[in-house]
Structures are given as C-alpha cells and as structure tokens.
C-alpha cells in the first residue's frame, strides 16, 4: 500500500498534516487487516484524502477512503448514512474516529468530460435526493455565516477586492445568519463535477460531502469556479448559463440563490487572504483566483 509522492507531499501544510501522513500506513494496514479488505489497485488522493480500490470478504468491489480528520469533513459518514445510496454512494462501513469510509465503488467516469450546461442540469437533478432534513449533529450554515459577516467586515480597505462587493457580502451573511430559511437541510457543499461519478448502471451518484445543515440555494457555487477556464472570453455568459440551468433543474429560487453564489465567492477570496497573510499560499496564485472570485459574483448579477 504505497503512498504516492504526490500525497506525501501533503505534509509540507503543516506539523498535522505531516504527522497524520506519517501515521497513514500503519492506519490503513489496520483497517485491511480489521475489515477484511483485500487492496486490488492503485490509490488516488485529492486534497484531504487517500482512496484505494478494495474487494471486500464477500467479494464486493468497493473503496477504502481515509481522510485528514477536520471540521469538514467530520461527518461525512454520518451524511452517506443518512442518504442510503439515494443520489450519493452507498456506505457500507465506517469509522468516523479514523476517518475511515467503506463505500461501493463506483466508475470513474465524472462530470468533467460533459457539457457543462448540461453537467449542471445534472447536479440539479441530484439536489432533490440530496437535500433531505438535516441530523442535528451537523455545522449550521448560519453559525458559519455570522463568522463570515465579521470577517467580511473586518477587512482593510486596501484589500484588493471591490469594497462595495465586500460590504454587499457581510450584509448577505449578516442577513442570512439570522433567517430560519439558512440552515435545516442536508447540504452536499461541494457538489462539482469531480464529485459526481456514475454507477455501474450509469446513473450518477455524489461523493466526497462536506456536510451541513444549511439551504439549497447555497449549493450551486462550486459549479460555477470550477472548470473556469474553460469560459475564457465568454465568462458573463458562461457562469449565468450554468447558473439558470442548474437553478432551473433544482426549482431554486433565483435571488436567493444569487445572493448565495455572491457571499460564497467573497468568503472564497476572504480564505485565500487570509492564507496569504499567514504565508499558506503562493502569492503569484492569489491575483488570478481574486480575479476569478469577483468575475462569478459580478457575472450573477449583471
């Protein structure tokens, strides 16, 4: 169970991260050992997270995912439970103290390679089987959006990022902070085109949550950053395109949904200073993803 250099070279984050990929391998052999799992590919890695293709005693296809324990993605199981298959993979096992999920293991064909118009109305499709009443040991999006009211506001003027789309953004998180409508449904939270995959069947199933207990209308956002540059010269166009086709496909209300896509564009480009203030971060990276931040916030609402 070889470790990729490229997941190794995770551990530069930080004292955690490289004591968490230290302990990695003796985890993951404990978890084959204990549940019986025989390894029958390569891994694959993302950003906070190890996968490898496992055959179960029964000789189910399944994956093993071991993740970087944080706030996040702390209960991702408890979401794949709670959806039972319907729009997500199936969880078969799990232990959310090592952040270790057993899950049926799907194709790798994504969204990536789809139009993304249509890739969007796809993921809208999914919300209706995803957005079911939220358990109550999730984050509240409210309590996140009463952080990110202040830190909006706390911001220096000489930020570069148009202050009035700062300004607008912690009064939408102020707003949304106290409206009963902000939090009480399942929410996915990074529903893109790399965590959609479809099932032996063909039908297309959610992977990889950031659960919370929140409103519908805050999911779209992811869809409209990634894959950005595939919208080069056409970015007006582009990201409403693919904002009315999702919302249209969901039954999302327009403005409501506006202004979610505007207060998670500025909470992104708030990160990325905030990480760069704490030297996270390349600087060369930061002007092009500011820049990208505020053309998805000017493009909903022009």
Not at 30 to 37: I, K, Q, R, S, T
Not at 146 to 157: D, N, V
Request: glycine share 6%; with cysteine.
């Amino acid at each position: 169970m070889r470790l990729p250099a490229s997941l190794l070279a995770l551990g530069a984050r930080g004292p955690s991260w490289a004591s968490w990929l230290d302990r990695l391998p003796a985890l993951l052999r404990d978890l084959v050992a204990e549940w019986e799992l025989v390894v029958d590919g390569d891994p694959r890695h993302g950003n906070t997270a190890v996968v490898f293709p496992v055959r179960t005693r029964d000789r189910v296809d399944a994956v093993l995912k071991v993740g970087f324990l944080d706030a996040e993605s702390e209960h991702e199981s408890l979401a794949m439970q709670h959806w039972h298959g319907r729009g997500a993979a199936t969880l078969l096992r799990a232990d959310p103290r090592r952040g270790a999920l057993l899950l049926e293991r799907l194709t790798s064909r994504d969204l990536v390679e789809e139009w993304d118009v249509a890739a969007c109305e796809i993921v809208g499709g999914l919300y209706g089987a995803l957005h079911r009443p939220a358990p109550p040991q999730l984050r509240l999006l409210s309590v996140l959006c009463e952080g990110w009211a202040a830190r909006l506001a706390a911001l220096p003027r000489s930020a570069p990022l148009p202050r009035r789309m700062v300004e607008q953004a912690a009064h939408l998180a102020a707003s949304f902070a106290t409206d009963a409508a902000t939090d009480g449904r399942l929410l996915h939270a990074d529903l893109h085109y790399e965590n959609v995959l479809a099932d032996a069947a063909g039908e297309w199933r959610a992977i990889d949550p950031k659960p919370l207990s929140g409103d519908p209308h805050f999911e779209p956002a992811p869809l409209l950053w990634n894959r950005y540059d595939e919208l080069a010269g056409d970015v007006r166009d582009g990201v409403r395109r693919r904002f009315h086709a999702v919302i249209d496909a969901a039954g999302l209300d327009e403005e409501r949904a506006r202004d979610w896509v505007v207060l998670r564009m500025m909470v992104n480009a708030l990160w990325r200073l905030e990480e760069d203030a704490g030297g996270v971060t390349p600087a060369a990276s930061t002007g092009s993803w500011l820049t990208t931040c505020v053309a998805v916030a000017k493009a909903v609402q022009d």
